[in-house]
Protein backbone atom coordinates (compact mmCIF):
# COMPACT_ATOMS: atom_id res chain seq x y z
CA UNK A 1 0.00 0.00 0.00
CA UNK A 2 1.25 3.37 -0.93
CA UNK A 3 1.40 6.12 1.63
CA UNK A 4 0.04 9.05 0.44
CA UNK A 5 1.60 12.68 0.35
CA UNK A 6 -0.08 15.90 2.01
CA UNK A 7 3.15 17.85 1.41
CA UNK A 8 1.62 21.46 -0.39
CA UNK A 9 4.36 23.05 -2.74
CA UNK A 10 7.17 25.09 -1.08
CA UNK A 11 5.94 28.51 -2.25
CA UNK A 12 2.25 27.11 -0.93
CA UNK A 13 3.31 26.56 1.81
CA UNK A 14 5.51 29.36 2.75
CA UNK A 15 2.07 31.64 1.86
CA UNK A 16 0.18 29.65 3.98
CA UNK A 17 2.40 29.74 6.89
CA UNK A 18 2.69 33.51 6.49
CA UNK A 19 -1.05 33.83 6.27
CA UNK A 20 -2.14 32.31 9.61
CA UNK A 21 1.64 33.69 11.65
CA UNK A 22 0.07 37.32 10.19
CA UNK A 23 -3.66 36.42 11.18
CA UNK A 24 -2.29 34.99 14.50
CA UNK A 25 -0.10 37.71 15.61
CA UNK A 26 -2.39 40.67 13.97
CA UNK A 27 -2.71 43.07 16.75
CA UNK A 28 1.00 42.27 17.97
CA UNK A 29 2.42 43.46 14.18
CA UNK A 30 -0.36 46.10 14.42
CA UNK A 31 0.66 47.46 17.92
CA UNK A 32 4.36 47.18 16.44
CA UNK A 33 4.04 49.03 13.25
CA UNK A 34 2.24 51.75 15.25
CA UNK A 35 4.71 51.59 18.33
CA UNK A 36 7.51 52.40 15.54
CA UNK A 37 5.35 55.24 13.58
CA UNK A 38 4.63 56.78 17.11
CA UNK A 39 8.44 56.80 18.02
CA UNK A 40 9.16 58.16 14.37
CA UNK A 41 7.28 61.10 14.92
CA UNK A 42 8.21 61.91 17.78
CA UNK A 43 11.53 61.54 17.16
CA UNK A 44 10.91 64.37 14.04
CA UNK A 45 9.39 66.20 16.55
CA UNK A 46 12.23 66.98 19.29
CA UNK A 47 10.39 64.99 21.39
CA UNK A 48 12.97 62.73 21.96
CA UNK A 49 15.91 65.54 22.51
CA UNK A 50 16.70 66.12 26.33
CA UNK A 51 17.36 69.52 25.39
CA UNK A 52 14.36 70.21 24.77
CA UNK A 53 12.78 68.83 28.00
CA UNK A 54 14.93 70.88 29.65
CA UNK A 55 14.09 73.63 28.05
CA UNK A 56 10.38 73.04 27.91
CA UNK A 57 10.69 72.82 31.91
CA UNK A 58 13.18 76.34 32.09
CA UNK A 59 10.40 78.32 29.89
CA UNK A 60 13.21 78.85 27.32
CA UNK A 61 11.71 76.89 24.75
CA UNK A 62 7.99 75.76 24.18
CA UNK A 63 8.52 73.50 20.84
CA UNK A 64 7.69 70.45 23.39
CA UNK A 65 4.76 71.70 24.65
CA UNK A 66 3.60 73.16 21.36
CA UNK A 67 3.81 69.41 19.99
CA UNK A 68 1.99 68.32 23.73
CA UNK A 69 -0.60 70.76 23.00
CA UNK A 70 -1.14 69.53 19.38
CA UNK A 71 -1.36 66.13 20.53
CA UNK A 72 -3.44 66.61 23.17
CA UNK A 73 -6.21 68.67 20.74
CA UNK A 74 -6.27 66.10 18.32
CA UNK A 75 -6.38 63.05 20.54
CA UNK A 76 -9.96 65.54 22.22
CA UNK A 77 -11.11 65.43 18.28
CA UNK A 78 -10.27 61.72 17.74
CA UNK A 79 -12.27 60.38 21.03
CA UNK A 80 -15.30 62.43 20.55
CA UNK A 81 -15.36 61.32 16.55
CA UNK A 82 -14.86 57.52 18.27
CA UNK A 83 -17.59 58.28 21.02
CA UNK A 84 -19.86 59.72 18.53
CA UNK A 85 -19.66 56.92 15.41
CA UNK A 86 -19.39 54.06 18.13
CA UNK A 87 -15.96 53.13 16.60
CA UNK A 88 -14.85 49.19 16.59
CA UNK A 89 -11.17 48.47 17.66
CA UNK A 90 -9.50 47.09 15.07
CA UNK A 91 -8.38 43.62 16.33
CA UNK A 92 -11.02 43.01 18.74
CA UNK A 93 -14.11 44.16 16.30
CA UNK A 94 -15.74 45.52 19.91
CA UNK A 95 -17.06 48.77 20.42
CA UNK A 96 -14.32 50.84 22.12
CA UNK A 97 -15.79 51.95 25.53
CA UNK A 98 -14.70 55.20 27.74
CA UNK A 99 -15.25 54.70 31.23
CA UNK A 100 -14.43 57.67 32.94
CA UNK A 101 -12.27 56.25 36.28
CA UNK A 102 -13.08 57.58 39.70
CA UNK A 103 -10.65 59.96 41.20
CA UNK A 104 -8.28 58.15 43.64
CA UNK A 105 -6.92 59.74 46.82
CA UNK A 106 -3.02 59.43 45.85
CA UNK A 107 -3.57 61.23 41.92
CA UNK A 108 -2.28 64.25 43.28
CA UNK A 109 1.01 62.95 44.41
CA UNK A 110 1.49 60.68 41.51
CA UNK A 111 1.08 63.42 39.20
CA UNK A 112 3.26 65.45 41.15
CA UNK A 113 5.97 62.44 41.35
CA UNK A 114 5.42 61.53 37.59
CA UNK A 115 6.31 65.39 36.76
CA UNK A 116 9.50 65.25 39.43
CA UNK A 117 10.76 62.11 37.21
CA UNK A 118 9.91 63.82 34.05
CA UNK A 119 11.96 67.28 35.11
CA UNK A 120 14.44 65.18 36.60
CA UNK A 121 15.50 62.39 33.41
CA UNK A 122 14.30 64.96 30.89
CA UNK A 123 12.04 62.72 29.63
CA UNK A 124 8.53 61.28 29.74
CA UNK A 125 7.74 57.63 29.77
CA UNK A 126 6.53 57.88 26.23
CA UNK A 127 9.88 58.85 24.99
CA UNK A 128 12.22 56.35 26.57
CA UNK A 129 11.68 53.44 23.92
CA UNK A 130 12.36 55.76 21.08
CA UNK A 131 15.15 57.15 22.76
CA UNK A 132 16.48 53.87 22.92
CA UNK A 133 15.43 53.39 19.58
CA UNK A 134 18.02 56.31 18.71
CA UNK A 135 20.66 54.89 20.63
CA UNK A 136 20.29 56.96 23.71
CA UNK A 137 22.06 54.44 26.48
CA UNK A 138 21.22 57.43 29.23
CA UNK A 139 17.10 56.09 28.49
CA UNK A 140 17.91 52.89 29.88
CA UNK A 141 18.29 54.73 33.61
CA UNK A 142 15.44 55.92 33.06
CA UNK A 143 13.61 52.94 31.96
CA UNK A 144 14.76 50.83 35.06
CA UNK A 145 13.34 53.43 36.82
CA UNK A 146 9.72 53.60 35.45
CA UNK A 147 9.94 49.67 36.04
CA UNK A 148 11.04 49.77 39.78
CA UNK A 149 8.72 52.29 40.12
CA UNK A 150 5.62 50.69 38.47
CA UNK A 151 7.06 47.51 40.86
CA UNK A 152 6.98 49.66 44.05
CA UNK A 153 3.30 50.74 43.01
CA UNK A 154 2.27 47.40 42.57
CA UNK A 155 3.76 45.74 46.20
CA UNK A 156 2.62 48.70 47.42
CA UNK A 157 -0.86 48.33 46.41
CA UNK A 158 -0.96 44.62 47.35
CA UNK A 159 0.33 46.05 50.71
CA UNK A 160 -2.49 48.58 51.17
CA UNK A 161 -5.13 45.66 50.06
CA UNK A 162 -4.20 43.34 52.66
CA UNK A 163 -4.03 45.59 55.49
CA UNK A 164 -1.13 46.24 55.87
CA UNK A 165 0.26 42.49 55.83
CA UNK A 166 2.23 40.83 53.60
CA UNK A 167 0.81 37.37 55.13
CA UNK A 168 -2.21 37.22 53.24
CA UNK A 169 -0.85 38.33 50.16
CA UNK A 170 0.87 35.42 49.50
CA UNK A 171 -2.26 32.47 50.74
CA UNK A 172 -3.77 30.75 48.00
Not at 10 to 27: D, G, H, N, Q
Not at 60 to 76: E, F, P
Request: hydrophobic share 50%; glycine share 10%.
Amino acid sequence: MKKESHNKPLFESVKLTTISFIYAYRSNILGLIMGATFGFLMSRAGATTFDYHAEMFLFIDMQLMKVIGTAVVIAMIGVFLMKKYHVQAVTTGMEVDFVKKPYQQGLIAGAFLFGIGWAMTASCPGTVPAMLGEGKISAIFTLTGLLLGTMAYGVLQSFIANNGSYADAFKD
